[in-house]
């Protein structure tokens, strides 16, 4: 099994749609959790953290479920410009060099 | 305020040539990484730097050499390129480097780098 594993997609849905990537992850005692966005041929950028509690962003929320393992992100109001893919990543604790990096989820939203 | 700069952005090599990718971060981050990114694999750590003149290896760090020798460059060096290593590579920093919640990594713009 992955260390973490993402549906690669593509998710192509309408304008305005709600969307939503589940990430699940292997290491109980992972600590740590965040979506990143990448662009295409671009690099990865911070979207959010994610916290034990959820949390909301704007259109953007993310929530972690420790007893089943996995991380999610939900988009709701999907805009053109939330075309990208979102890297999953899960930080097992020590340090960013112990941090691992989901193969991404692809989203496409069509007009 | 530039944050992460890579040079170059586009690279060809032949087998056996070598090369060196520079960093450079104006954040006065202490932690610096090298990642390399492949397509249906995640990033994946060739080698890292928690300070000025210190390197660790990652994951992936066979056919790889790192410096650190100034706190704001770190450059990562193939000495004998092969095309397995046909990638992307990223830098990235970040202050302080725990990964804790709400720190984040800078990531640079990014190298193709093709091995033909």
Redesign the interface.
């Known amino acids: 099994r992955k260390e973490?594993e993402q549906d690669?997609g593509p998710f192509n849905v309408p304008e305005g749609a709600t969307v939503a990537f589940n990430c699940t992850y292997s290491n109980s005692a992972s600590?740590?959790f965040?979506w990143?966005r990448q662009d295409c041929?671009?690099?990865?950028?911070?979207l959010m953290?994610?916290?034990s509690s959820g949390n909301e962003d704007g259109r953007f929320t993310a929530q972690l479920n420790r007893a089943s393992q996995y991380i999610s992100l939900l988009i709701r109001d999907s805009k053109l410009s939330d075309s990208a893919t979102y890297?999953c990543v899960v930080?097992m604790?020590?340090?960013?060099?112990?941090?691992?990096?989901?193969?991404?989820t692809k989203l496409q939203v069509i007009p | 305020n530039a944050g992460v700069t890579q040079t170059p952005k586009f690279r060809v090599l032949k087998t056996g040539q070598s090369m060196t990718l520079l960093c450079a971060q104006d954040m006065n981050h202490e932690y610096m990484y090298w990642y390399r990114q492949d397509p249906g694999m995640g990033l994946r750590l060739i080698h890292y730097s928690v300070g000025e003149g210190t390197t660790a290896k990652g994951e992936v760090p066979d056919g790889y050499n790192v410096s650190r020798l100034k706190k704001q460059n770190f450059l990562l060096g193939l000495e004998s390129a092969a095309p397995s290593q046909t990638s992307v590579y990223f830098c990235a920093s970040s202050y302080p480097g725990q990964g804790k919640i709400d720190e984040k990594l800078f990531f640079g713009s990014g190298t193709q780098l093709s091995v033909l």
């Open positions: 973490v690669p600590q740590s965040f990143y041929r671009k690099e990865p950028k911070l953290s994610v916290y890297l930080n604790g020590g340090g960013y060099q112990k941090v691992t990096f989901g193969t991404g």
